[in-house]
């Protein structure tokens, strides 16, 4: 038959059984292992979060001149819950921008059920003209003298994009809205331009 040793508090010697202090070391020592499982658990649940939450990607044409350069590596909250006029975001190419990139970078200009146009170089939101405080100062081939937006009625889940060089961006002017579906996520921000890190936040 195996044998059982009571702990035993030298100092007391009196032999008595000290199991509730024996639990409470067991208790304790549980507790830290408990906390330290949770830690590591959260750190592992937060990092696998963050890679799926954010992506970088480059910039390789000049339509976002100059917000956005060819060369700028870029960071995409891909769990952005709404999107908003004058967001700048990431998403899927449409079947009709034929032999175009398989991923594009444009601000949100048009929101579902808007209807979208434009006269000389001023867009029109429901016929009115839409200020645009985030469209920076155009100069050389950026500069539009006309948007050419024919009048669109943008459908529910859909929007309309543009770049900010608009005379150099092919955009839903010419391949139409972009469904909620096919965008990826929402620019945050820049960190890599001319060759070196550089940070600057949307």
Request: charged share 20%.
């Amino acid at each position: 038959m195996e044998a059982v040793t009571a702990d035993v508090d030298p100092d007391q010697g009196t032999g008595k059984h000290l199991a509730p202090r024996a639990r409470r070391r067991r208790l304790t020592k549980r507790s830290v292992v408990g906390w330290v499982v949770f830690v590591v658990i959260v750190v592992l649940v937060s990092t696998g979060a963050r890679a799926y939450a954010f992506e970088s990607y480059f910039v390789p044409t000049p339509s976002m001149t100059p917000t956005l350069m060819p060369g700028d590596r870029i960071m995409v909250d891909k769990l952005a819950s709404t999107i908003h006029r004058g967001d700048i975001v990431v998403f899927h190419n449409v079947p009709a921008d034929i032999g175009g990139p398989p991923t594009l970078v444009k601000r949100v200009i048009g929101l579902p059920g808007e209807t979208i146009s434009s006269v000389g170089g001023t867009v029109l939101i429901d016929g009115k003209p839409l200020s645009e405080p985030w469209l920076p100062t155009l100069t050389g081939f950026c500069i539009e003298q006309s948007e050419h937006i024919k009048s669109t009625r943008i459908g529910p889940d859909h929007y309309f994009m543009m770049g900010d060089c608009r005379g150099d961006s092919e955009d839903s002017r010419f391949f139409g809205t972009v469904p909620l579906s096919h965008i990826v996520g929402k620019v945050d921000l820049i960190i890599w331009r001319s060759g070196h890190p550089w940070i600057h936040w949307f």
